[in-house]
């Protein structure tokens, strides 16, 4: 199957500063989304972005399918940001969801 | 518009015994998934309707788990004698356009 690797695992920021997560993907992709995982657990919808790039606030994301990766971009980050971020990608040929092994955040204040 | 609900949030069981968990998708959402997350791990595919039809299994999916989604609308997954293994938060999704909307999610803990 495909593989999905997240870029770097573990990433502790002071608030305010900015990031970048990666995800890297092994095949050619049909759809891609960004996902923030909360305490509870749940996972909350933050890119639909199979190609191209999306801003919404703090966040903004850009996925290059040609070359196989996406990213995640956080700017002046908050302590509500912590948590983990997962990447998911969907292959033109299947009926699922691959998730990425994730990138836990930490924002100190 | 809701979104996708999962019942029970928490489910404790002894070893042995059967659960089930329900997902109400959000209205009109024709796909639905089932993922398994284990501490510390990405959620892992469990299965996947389009509508009424089960179209997609995965390996992890031992003869033990059964998932129905009767009239194409909610879901339920079933594990018969549970194990300790199967100690996990089970995820439920449902797609209309190919993004994916997440429930809450239902806790299970095999005693």
């Known amino acids: 199957g495909i593989q999905v690797e997240q870029s770097p695992p573990d990433l502790i920021l002071q608030e305010g500063a900015n990031s970048t997560l990666r995800c890297n993907f092994s095949?050619?992709?049909?759809?891609l989304q960004w996902f923030h995982q909360n305490p509870w657990g749940q996972l909350i919808n933050l890119f639909y972005?199979?190609?191209g790039t999306k801003q919404n606030g703090r966040l903004s994301a850009t996925t290059v399918a040609t070359e196989r990766y996406s990213l995640l971009y956080i700017s002046s980050s908050q302590t509500t940001d912590s948590g983990v971020y997962f990447c998911?990608?969907?292959?033109?040929?299947?009926?699922?969801?691959?998730f990425g092994t994730g990138t836990s955040l930490t924002v100190i204040p | 518009d809701t979104g996708v609900s999962q019942d029970p949030r928490h489910k404790i069981t002894k070893r042995g015994q059967n659960v089930t968990f329900r997902c109400d998708p959000i209205?009109?959402?024709?796909?639905l998934y089932w993922y398994r997350q284990t501490l510390g791990q990405g959620p892992e595919f469990l299965t996947y309707?389009?509508?009424?039809?089960?179209?997609?299994k995965s390996r992890l999916l031992s003869d033990r788990f059964s998932a129905e989604r009767p009239k194409g609308s909610f879901s339920t997954l079933e594990i018969q004698r549970t194990e300790q293994g199967d100690s996990a938060m089970y995820l439920c999704?449902?797609?209309?356009?190919?993004?994916?909307?997440f429930g809450e999610g239902s806790r299970l803990t095999v005693l």
């Open positions: 309707f389009q509508n009424e039809a089960q179209l997609e």
């Open positions: 095949d050619s992709v049909n759809n």
């Open positions: 972005i199979p190609s």
């Open positions: 209205s009109e959402h024709n796909r």
């Open positions: 998911a990608v969907e292959l033109y040929t299947g009926n699922q969801f691959y």
């Open positions: 999704a449902s797609s209309f356009t190919g993004e994916l909307f």
